[in-house]
T-cell receptor, first 120, second 114 residues
Framework: NAGVTQTPKFRVLKTGQSMTLLCAQD?????MYWYRQDPGMGLRLIHY???????AKGEVPDGYNVSRLKKQNFLLGLESAAPSQTSVYFC???????????????????FGPGTRLTVL | KNQVEQSPQSLIILEGKNCTLQ??????????LRWYKQDTGRGPVSLTI?????NTKSNGRYTATLDADTKQSSLHITASQLSDSASYIC?????????????FGAGTQVVVTP
């Protein structure tokens, strides 16, 4: 199993350009997440999805859109990139949280390797 | 304000020595607490997970402790190795009947030197 993969690994954009980050998982997880990681701060949730065809906003959704057309894929889009969106983006996936009962390890989120995005 | 605070921000230790990382949280209601290891340029990987009823959990040379009353956790690394150089992130999950929202600490950067 490849686990969680992300494409691309690096990208440089100019302000105003658009791009899409692709996340794929082969663990048949229902839940998928997009985070951003900035220096000195914890990971912050951008958007998440509880299943194919559904998406929801996280903590910092502004400037981003997402789509989950297939269970194994979760796309993050930047319509008009801004320098404030320079960050490292991580995708994660998990089984449906809250159903593990005495097995909280089943809620574990598995992370991809990240995409380093620079917006000039 | 971040609900998960980690200390120190960074530390340097000699190979073979022990170290302890701290995590204080205010997340409530609390479901479980995880420690993740993040190597440079990689995504975080889960090391340990503890529920409110557990006060210690080991994974090889890593031992995590939890005091749910004082809302504190620690991660102890024994006999450090060069491969332990990484960022260690404390992650607290809100109660289990929510969708599983996680609160991430900013991490402690550990550098193990020869």
């Amino acid at each position: 199993n490849a686990g969680v993969t992300q494409t691309p690994k690096f990208r440089v954009l100019k302000t105003g350009q658009s791009m899409t980050l692709l996340c794929a998982q082969d663990m048949n997880h229902e839940y998928m997440y997009w985070y951003r990681q900035d220096p000195g701060m914890g990971l912050r949730l951008i958007h998440y999805s509880v299943g194919e065809g559904t998406t929801a906003k996280g903590e910092v959704p502004d400037g981003y859109n997402v789509s989950r057309l297939k269970k194994q894929n979760f796309l993050l889009g930047l319509e008009s990139a801004a320098p404030s969106q320079t960050s490292v983006y991580f995708c994660a996936s998990s089984y449906r949280p809250g159903t593990s009962g005495s097995r909280p390890s089943a809620d574990t989120q598995y992370f991809g390797p990240g995409t380093r995005l620079t917006v000039l | 304000k971040n609900q998960v605070e980690q200390s120190p921000q960074s530390l340097i230790i000699l190979e073979g020595k022990n170290c302890t990382l701290q995590c204080n949280y205010t997340v409530s209601p609390f479901s479980n607490l995880r420690w993740y290891k993040q190597d440079t340029g990689r995504g975080p990987v889960s090391l340990t997970i503890m529920t409110f009823s557990e006060n210690t959990k080991s994974n090889g040379r890593y031992t995590a402790t939890l005091d749910a009353d004082t809302k504190q956790s620690s991660l102890h690394i024994t006999a450090s190795q060069l491969s332990d150089s990484a960022s260690y992130i404390c992650v607290v999950s809100e109660r289990a009947d929510s969708w599983g929202k996680l609160q991430f600490g900013a991490g402690t950067q550990v550098v193990v030197t020869p």
